[in-house]
């Protein structure tokens, strides 16, 4: 959108919302005469208010009709001179600021004027000074300074709106326009985010702002190489208003390059053929190409443009494979070009003259790129084509065990690192593979092939990356199989490796806090914190050590609120809390909020660790004398872990 159609939507918004105010033409100056004839504290307001005007109350109450009058009869300069007399003369009332305003937007939509909207824009200065809490205000002040052109005055006055309400989708909106149309995208974002979070008010306003907002934050998606996040943009603001076929063109090519070829074809048949210039025409028939489309041959025929990449696609559907080649070849280095597209014509016209050797080496980048594109199962069937081509194996069986393994298919990932791994002389994925197998087994609930297969990951680890990957991911497994010490051994020989990882300080930390070593746990979650001091999870468990040895409360207390900022529903973050309330004798607070997780029982995972909320229930409960509930607590905690010693303690109560 260009700047100066921004300015025109501004002046349209200021327009639309100055006509829905309420409007009557002997309210405001009418009002002081009713007050001068009673006895109530407002006539008081209005003698000393007339008191300091340099008009008489009736002579200003007449010029105030004779510019409403004139106002009506459409004759605005008239009208707007009366008003400008009223307000220099001191007869500052919001009525008269209001019909003024009215008139300055009703001109300037008609015919944008600078020096009258320069004008405008003293007199709302001198309004809001007087009036500091109208919000309408600070609305034209933005939109004025905006179509003046005065970038400075803009950014005070959507600052100074967003003061008074950071939510305000008009002022966010505005601002994230601003940098957009400036090319200052990390600046335009979060202003953007805000309005399509912004309750709508179904007016002209809000679908404007709706639309552009998502528009603007697709676009900047699609500038950062985030395609699916500008996809989801984009259908968003199609939801909003369809028919913008710049919009239709984003979708189409945005499609295009996640190789999507059937909802690229549905937008680009949106698109009216007088559109189509050469690279749209490229577009048109590649998708088509690759899907393989059965109009394709008779499209091509009817191109408004012919191109390279036309020709290419031409030769090949004549039988003139070779010069095909040629063509798209010419065509990749006159345009710097390496895309799916055209490798796809290379590889079906390599197919065509049965030259294996160039067809697998098509085959293996389209599956590169088919699998950056977050399409597994078409990468899959390019390198199940060259499995066999001794070539490329045994990479080919990684990247197929890789690819099976992103889908969570695990058996079938699991088949090709074992093939990897079983092929002689395989060395470059080894430990990776090793790790990753590991894992597939973890997730088939095979747990002892799990250990065995991180065990051999271990003696075959070479470099200290894949040394430091193989301890960590053991140390994971350990700890999720609540092996306690040998995680610790894991994580500290991980540690021996690269003290630069500030996770490694923070699992290290949650292993000993789990053995009851709180002050050891208490020095690695110091050091982690200290490095990355944004960590919600090391932020959490530094309170929670703190709690547990009952010190440092208030600083745990700071901490734990840092941690609820980034996941305020965080079950383990909830139960820090209100373990740190405990430990500072306020049961108060510290059941106000355990019972926010005892209302989420029901929903929280039988995971290890989980039976200290039921521990922690049944001692505020114990502590509010209410043993019975207690005890049916720590019972259920008993349940999950039968050897928890804090849960095993507490059957005195119910033993005796």
Same mark, same amino acid.
């Given at each position: 959108m260009k700047k100066a159609m921004i300015a025109n939507i501004l002046i349209f918004c200021a327009w639309a919302m100055l006509s829905a105010l309420p409007h009557d033409r002997t309210a405001g100056i009418q009002k002081a005469q009713t007050a001068t004839n009673t006895s109530d504290p407002i006539a008081d307001y209005w003698d000393d208010f007339w008191d300091n005007t340099q008009l008489s109350q009736k002579a200003a109450e007449g010029m105030y009709m004779d510019a409403i009058s004139l106002q009506e009869e459409g004759k605005y300069k008239e009208a707007l001179k009366k008003y400008k007399f009223l307000i220099d003369s001191g007869v500052e009332d919001r009525y008269v600021y209001q019909n003024m305003f009215s008139i300055y937007t009703n001109m300037l939509v008609k015919k944008p004027d600078?020096?009258?909207?320069?004008?405008?824009?003293?007199?709302?200065?001198?309004?809001?000074?007087?009036?500091?809490?109208?919000?309408?205000?600070?609305?034209?002040?933005?939109?004025?300074?905006?179509?003046? !052109?005065?970038?400075?005055?803009?950014?005070?006055?959507?600052?100074?709106?967003?003061?008074?309400?950071?939510?305000?989708?008009?002022?966010?909106?505005?601002?994230?326009?601003?940098?957009?149309?400036?090319?200052?995208?990390?600046?335009?974002?979060?202003?953007?985010?805000?309005?399509?979070?912004?309750?709508?008010?179904?007016?002209?306003?809000?679908?404007?702002?709706?639309?552009?907002?998502?528009?603007?934050?697709?676009?900047?998606?699609?500038?950062?190489?985030?395609?699916?996040?500008?996809?989801?943009?984009?259908?968003?603001?199609?939801?909003?208003?369809?028919?913008?076929?710049?919009?239709?063109?984003?979708?189409?090519?945005?499609?295009?390059?996640?190789?999507?070829?059937?909802?690229?074809?549905?937008?680009?048949?949106?698109?009216?053929?007088?559109?189509?210039?050469?690279?749209?025409?490229?577009?048109?028939?590649?998708?088509?190409?690759?899907?393989?489309?059965?109009?394709?041959?008779?499209?091509?025929?009817?191109?408004?443009?012919?191109?390279?990449?036309?020709?290419?696609?031409?030769?090949?559907?004549?039988?003139?494979?070779?010069?095909?080649?040629?063509?798209?070849?010419?065509?990749?280095?006159?345009?710097?070009?390496?895309?799916?597209?055209?490798?796809?014509?290379?590889?079906?016209?390599?197919?065509?003259?049965?030259?294996?050797?160039?067809?697998?080496?098509?085959?293996?980048?389209?599956?590169?790129?088919?699998?950056?594109?977050?399409?597994?199962?078409?990468?899959?069937?390019?390198?199940?084509?060259?499995?066999?081509?001794?070539?490329?194996?045994?990479?080919?069986?990684?990247?197929?065990?890789?690819?099976?393994?992103?889908?969570?298919?695990?058996?079938?990932?699991?088949?090709?690192?074992?093939?990897?791994?079983?092929?002689? !002389?395989?060395?470059?994925?080894?430990?990776?593979?090793?790790?990753?197998?590991?894992?597939?087994?973890?997730?088939?609930?095979?747990?002892?092939?799990?250990?065995?297969?991180?065990?051999?990951?271990?003696?075959?680890?070479?470099?200290?990356?894949?040394?430091y990957q193989v301890y960590f991911y053991s140390g994971m497994l350990n700890l999720e199989f609540d092996k306690k010490p040998d995680a610790l051994k894991d994580f500290e020989s991980a540690l021996d490796i690269d003290k630069t990882d500030h996770r490694i300080y923070y699992y290290i930390g949650a292993v000993l806090v789990g053995m009851e070593r709180i002050d050891e746990a208490l020095k690695y979650l110091q050091i982690g914190r200290k490095a990355d001091p944004d960590s919600s999870e090391l932020n959490n468990l530094l309170a929670y050590a703190y709690a547990l040895k009952g010190e440092n409360l208030d600083e745990a207390l700071k901490l734990v609120n840092l941690a609820l900022i980034t996941n305020p529903d965080s079950v383990a973050y909830l139960d820090t809390l209100g373990w740190i309330y405990y430990r500072m004798g306020d049961i108060d607070k510290a059941y106000s909020v355990f019972h926010q997780l005892e209302l989420r029982l029901t929903e929280l995972p039988k995971a290890p660790g989980i039976e200290d909320i039921y521990y922690h229930l049944g001692i505020i409960y114990e502590n509010m004398g209410k043993l019975d509930t207690a005890i049916d607590y720590y019972r259920q905690g008993l349940k999950l872990n039968p050897v928890n010693p804090h849960l095993t303690d507490k059957k005195k109560l119910w033993e005796k």
């Open positions: 600078k020096a009258l909207a320069q004008e405008a824009l003293q007199y709302i200065l001198k309004a809001i000074k007087k009036y500091p809490n109208t919000v309408e205000l600070y609305s034209l002040w933005i939109e004025l300074s905006r179509a003046i !052109g005065d970038e400075k005055e803009f950014l005070k006055a959507a600052g100074a709106l967003l003061a008074k309400n950071p939510g305000d989708r008009k002022a966010n909106y505005y601002l994230g326009a601003f940098y957009y149309v400036n090319g200052q995208m990390e600046k335009a974002q979060p202003y953007l985010e805000k309005v399509i979070v912004a309750p709508n008010d179904g007016d002209n306003f809000g679908y404007l702002s709706q639309y552009y907002s998502l528009f603007y934050l697709g676009m900047i998606a699609f500038k950062n190489y985030n395609y699916n996040n500008a996809i989801h943009f984009l259908e968003k603001a199609e939801e909003v208003y369809g028919e913008d076929m710049e919009l239709v063109r984003y979708l189409s090519l945005l499609n295009a390059v996640v190789l999507d070829f059937d909802k690229s074809i549905a937008y680009v048949d949106k698109l009216p053929e007088s559109s189509w210039q050469s690279e749209m025409v490229d577009l048109v028939v590649a998708v088509r190409f690759a899907a393989q489309s059965g109009d394709l041959p008779k499209i091509l025929k009817n191109v408004p443009q012919k191109t390279l990449f036309v020709d290419a696609l031409n030769e090949y559907y004549s039988g003139k494979y070779t010069n095909s080649v040629q063509t798209i070849q010419k065509y990749m280095k006159k345009n710097n070009s390496d895309d799916y597209y055209s490798h796809y014509v290379l590889y079906k016209n390599f197919e065509a003259l049965g030259d294996n050797q160039s067809l697998w080496r098509e085959a293996f980048i389209l599956g590169k790129k088919a699998g950056e594109a977050q399409k597994p199962d078409l990468a899959i069937s390019y390198y199940k084509m060259i499995e066999n081509n001794t070539n490329l194996v045994p990479d080919v069986y990684w990247f197929i065990g890789s690819l099976y393994d992103d889908s969570g298919k695990y058996k079938d990932a699991a088949d090709y690192y074992l093939k990897y791994l079983n092929y002689p !002389g395989a060395k470059e994925y080894r430990a990776i593979s090793e790790i990753r197998l590991s894992f597939m087994y973890y997730q088939m609930k095979d747990i002892p092939k799990a250990f065995a297969q991180i065990e051999s990951a271990k003696k075959n680890a070479k470099t200290k990356p894949e040394k």
